[in-house]
C-alpha cells in the first residue's frame, strides 16, 4: 500500500510537470508555531511550492544557514559578533540579510499559587546567577503555598536556545552563567508546564506558549519600590516599555529572490500579519 501510495504521488507530479521548489528552514523554537501556521497556509495557496521547517534552536538555525545547509534560518535572538565574524569569512561575498518577522515579550512566569507581583531585572538576577545567593521566596516577601523550604527553583531554556542567550544578557554581566542548580528544558512549552505543576518553580519562556495554568509576572527595570512594573502586553511589547521585549527574525544568505522573497513578503502581508497574531504573537510595527 505504501508503494502504491508513493507511485501515485510521483505520477501525479510526472503528470501535471509541476516543478516543486523546496524552501528549509531551521531554527527558533519560538518562532516554530507561527511558521508551522504560516506553511500550512502558504502550501495551500502555493501548491508548487513545499516548505520544510525544523526547530532545534536558534544557534542551530543559524550554524546551518552559514553552512549552506538551508535556505532561511528562524531566530529569537540577533547574531552574535563571532556569528557574523564566521559569515563574513564564510560568505564574504554574500550579505547576510535580516527580516523582523514578529515582536515578543519574554515573560517570566510561577506557579498560580504564587502571591508575587512582579519582579525587578536585579530581583531576576538575584534568582539566575550563579555569582550570587540565590534568594528564598520568603526573602522576596512571599510565602508560596506547596514550597516546603520556600527555595527558588529556577527553570530555563538550554544554551542553544535564543530564548536563553536574550533572557541571559538582559539580567547577567556578559561573562555569567547561570546558577548549577537551575534546570534547562528543550522547549518553551516545557518549561511552562513545569511550573505550572512545581510551586517553588520560576520560569520564562516567549508570550505566545504562556497558558492561563501559570501566573505572568510584571517586570521593572530598576530595582526601587516605585519603579514601574510593566506587564508583558501587546502594547508594552511593541513601545519596548517591558524590559524584556525583542524582535524575532527570519535571516537569509543575500537578498531573496524567486520563491523566497513572495513567502518572505507573504509573512508580512495582512494574511499573514493575521495568522501571526492568531499564534500568539505580535506583528512588526
Given at each position: 500500500m505504501l508503494l502504491l501510495g508513493t507511485f501515485l504521488i510521483s505520477g501525479w507530479a510526472w503528470a501535471t510537470d509541476t516543478p516543486t521548489k523546496t524552501i528549509h528552514i531551521k531554527g527558533s523554537?519560538?518562532?516554530?508555531?507561527?511558521?508551522?501556521e504560516w506553511t500550512k497556509v502558504y502550501q495551500e495557496r502555493e501548491p508548487g511550492v513545499r516548505i520544510e521547517v525544523t526547530g532545534g534552536g536558534s544557534g542551530n538555525g543559524i550554524a546551518a544557514l552559514l553552512n549552506g545547509h538551508i535556505e532561511i534560518a528562524s531566530s529569537s535572538r540577533p547574531l552574535r559578533k563571532r556569528e557574523m565574524q564566521i559569515f563574513a569569512k564564510k560568505h564574504g561575498g554574500n550579505?547576510?540579510?535580516?527580516?523582523?518577522?514578529?515582536?515578543?515579550?519574554?515573560?517570566?512566569?510561577?506557579?498560580?499559587?504564587n502571591p508575587i507581583h512582579g519582579l525587578s531585572l536585579q530581583q531576576l538576577t538575584e534568582i539566575y546567577s550563579k555569582q550570587n545567593h540565590a534568594p528564598t521566596w520568603e526573602e522576596l516577601g512571599v510565602t508560596v503555598p506547596g514550597c516546603?523550604?520556600?527555595?527558588?527553583?529556577?527553570?530555563?531554556?538550554?544554551?542553544?536556545?535564543?530564548t536563553y542567550l536574550f533572557f541571559r544578557?538582559?539580567?547577567?554581566?556578559q561573562n555569567e552563567h547561570f546558577d548549577a542548580n537551575t534546570i534547562s528544558m528543550d522547549a518553551s512549552d516545557a518549561i511552562v508546564t513545569m511550573v505550572a505543576q512545581m510551586p517553588c518553580a520560576i520560569g520564562y519562556s516567549g508570550m505566545a506558549f504562556v497558558t492561563n495554568?501559570?501566573?505572568?509576572?510584571?517586570?521593572?527595570?530598576?530595582?526601587?519600590s516605585n519603579a514601574p512594573c510593566?506587564?508583558?502586553?501587546?502594547?508594552?511589547?511593541?513601545?519596548q516599555a517591558y524590559p524584556l521585549a525583542r524582535s524575532l527574525y527570519l535571516y537569509t544568505l543575500g537578498e531573496p529572490g524567486g520563491e523566497i522573497k513572495k513567502f518572505l513578503d507573504w509573512i508580512l502581508s495582512p494574511e499573514g500579519r493575521e495568522i501571526l497574531t492568531r499564534t500568539g504573537y505580535i506583528p512588526p510595527p
Open positions: 523554537d519560538t518562532l516554530f508555531k507561527a511558521l508551522k550579505e547576510l540579510v535580516t527580516h523582523v518577522v514578529a515582536r515578543d515579550a519574554v515573560s517570566v512566569v510561577v506557579h498560580p499559587s516546603p523550604d520556600q527555595k527558588i527553583l529556577p527553570i530555563s531554556r538550554k544554551n542553544n536556545s535564543g544578557q538582559a539580567i547577567l554581566d495554568a501559570v501566573k505572568t509576572l510584571c517586570i521593572s527595570k530598576i530595582h526601587q510593566v506587564p508583558p502586553t501587546t502594547a508594552s511589547t511593541v513601545d
